[in-house]
């Protein structure tokens, strides 16, 4: 509007607090995902296997439906650390396929198209805007891994008994960590691959790659010098090294428990500052 007409009002309207300010991103975020056929689809095929085993959990503790099938439950499928370990890896598998599909657009869009000056031109800082990026990623990877995993463990809990939950407790605290820490480390590798690489399919390339291309050169060190210290390059191994850790109370690898926590730190360092190099207002190109 011209200047003259002095129309022009400033916005008097109640104001997002600072600390949740961040929350704007996820919110028209979800609503695109959301959008998209694909990725409800994905994320609803997610919940088969929680599904799944919260109907084993409750055929232990049926003693009609023990009888119908002539099973032993107990002796197949026991309910115990090993039975979450594996919920775990199916979990995070699947997540893992989530984030490739959901994780590269979140950012190399906003960089491929300019868009990060109009973020940060609002009272909008750096990190919140990294913080509400990987809020997208964290929410969802959240609701496929340690909310029905607890919940699952909470199932089996109220139908085994008090005891059960006192003496296994370790389970759910397994659950809860470790898959925090997953999420993390593949929260920010996916957002930084996704700031230096602006072209989607080659973001998702080389987040497969992360995993894919470590893995064979783990593999060659630990075959060539008859080792197991290749598995440090290995992000599922180090992943299952941690698990284990947690779920056993220790580890069942020749890689020490500290050791992986040490390398995915690093790792979480590294992507970290991959984002504060690339999330910036402008870019000066020479």
Known sequence: MAVYEHTYQPY?????????????????????????????ALLCFCFIYPLLAAILIYLHHNSAAIAAFQLD???LLPINASFFLTYMQVQTGLGFLLTLIVAP????????NNGLPLYLCRPLSRSDYVLGKATVIAGLLSLITWVPGLLLFL????????????????????????????????TLLALALSAWVKWKIAASAALFGCFLIPAAIGQIINNTF?????????????????????????ARTDVPVWSAWVVLALLCGACLLMLRRKVRAYEVIK
């Open 105 to 112: 657009a979140l950012v190399s869009r906003d960089l491929s």
């Open 73 to 75: 439950l107990d002796e």
């Open 226 to 250: 008859d080792t197991e210290l290749g598995n440090l390059v290995i992000l599922s191994d180090l992943f299952l090294t941690v698990w284990t850790g947690m779920f056993y109370r220790i």
């Open 155 to 186: 199932f089996q809990s109220y139908l085994q008994g008090f005891a059960w939950f006192g003496a296994n407790i370790r389970i759910a605290v397994g659950i809860l960590l470790g898959s925090l820490a997953w999420i993390a480390v593949l």
């Open 12 to 40: 008097t309207g109640a104001l997002t607090a600072l600390r949740s300010r961040f929350l704007v991103i996820p919110r028209y975020a979800y609503r695109d995902l959301f959008d998209s056929k694909i990725t409800v």
